[in-house]
């Protein structure tokens, strides 16, 4: 799905990664220069549409990063949506998934 071709979605859309590139390759954001980088080989497996980042359980220190300010103010409502499937469970039962503005000492996450 071509996201900037859409006629109504990329309305005020900040970003959007489709997660089609190579494992440790990286992520191209659709819609403005928003690319994320590749830290520790994040892998690639099938998504519910097309591909995914597989971060996998071998390596808990891979990410995607990008170092650019979003625009987003910490005093403005924003929403932001992932698709997550956990293949295999901490031992604990316990994952944590976390969102960070770059320069801002908040994180936001799920637990």
């Given at each position: 799905?071509?996201?900037?071709?859409?006629?109504?979605?990329?309305?005020?859309?900040?970003?959007?990664?489709?997660?089609?590139?190579?494992?440790?390759?990286?992520?191209?954001?659709?819609?403005?220069?928003?690319?994320?980088?590749?830290?520790?080989?994040?892998g690639?497996?099938?998504?519910?549409?097309?591909?995914?980042?597989?971060?996998?359980a071998?390596?808990?220190?891979?990410?995607?990063?990008?170092?650019?300010?979003?625009?987003?103010?910490?005093?403005?409502?924003?929403?932001?949506?992932?698709?997550?499937?956990?293949?295999?469970?901490?031992?604990?039962?316990d994952a944590?998934?976390?969102?960070?503005?770059?320069?801002?000492?908040?994180?936001?996450?799920?637990?």
């Amino acid at each position: 799905m071509n996201v900037s071709e859409h006629a109504t979605l990329p309305t005020n859309l900040v970003s959007y990664y489709s997660m089609e590139e190579a494992a440790g390759a990286q992520r191209e954001d659709q819609l403005n220069a928003y690319d994320l980088t590749d830290a520790n080989t994040v892998g690639q497996g099938a998504g519910k549409q097309g591909n995914a980042a597989d971060f996998g359980a071998s390596n808990p220190n891979k990410r995607l990063s990008n170092t650019g300010d979003y625009g987003i103010a910490l005093d403005t409502l924003f929403s932001h949506a992932a698709w997550i499937n956990v293949t295999t469970a901490p031992a604990t039962n316990d994952a944590n998934f976390w969102f960070v503005m770059s320069g801002i000492n908040d994180k936001f996450g799920y637990e």
